[in-house]
């Protein structure tokens, strides 16, 4: 009885010591991982509201109370399915019924709806050669609302639904924002 009770001890033993060594060495796997993974987090910077953007090229915060920036790619499908809210957006600033400055933000040069955008419709402010990631845009389209300041006040990421894009011309318009 002894012998067979040192042997269950022995075996238990073992298996504790096998699965200490098993966690030890996942640990050991999935802390450097963890850890790159946090750096590549860290160095893909994204805008938040609150956060101070970059100034665009040739463009000041300063120059209005609030600015929309469009941060568009030419040849981009979802900012080509965007252009009727951003000729909505156009024809509202031009009738001084939108509380802010729209302007474009495009990587390349010109024009990055080119033929797309309605000939009779008012053209947007376009700032060219601006990179993206740069001011913290991954993704296209995105919206940033910024303010005077340079703080950004609010982000839509996406193509917007028409609820969204209405709620968007409402906060626009608010005076308190």
């Given at each position: ?56 090229k ?35 600033e ?45 993704v ?38």
């Open positions: 009885m002894n012998d067979q009770s040192g042997k269950n001890r022995l075996r238990t033993a073992g298996y504790v010591l096998l699965c200490i060594c098993s966690i030890t060495a996942s640990l050991a796997l999935l802390i450097p991982a963890k850890a790159r993974r946090r750096v590549l987090e860290i160095n893909k910077a994204h805008v938040y509201k609150g956060m101070l953007i970059a100034e665009l040739g463009y000041s915060w300063s120059s209005a109370n609030r600015s929309v920036v469009l941060a568009v790619k030419a040849g981009c499908p979802y900012c080509e399915s965007s252009i009727p809210f951003y000729v909505r957006l156009a024809e509202l031009r009738n001084h019924s939108l509380k802010a400055h729209v302007v474009v933000a495009c990587p390349g040069f010109g024009d990055p709806f080119g033929s797309l955008w309605p000939s009779a419709q008012p053209r947007l402010q376009t700032v060219s050669h601006t990179e993206l990631a740069d001011l913290g845009i991954p296209t389209p995105t919206i940033v609302v910024v303010s005077s300041h340079g703080g950004i006040l609010d982000i839509w990421e996406g193509i917007l639904s028409t609820k969204d894009e209405d709620e968007l011309v409402r906060y626009l318009n608010q005076e308190d924002r």
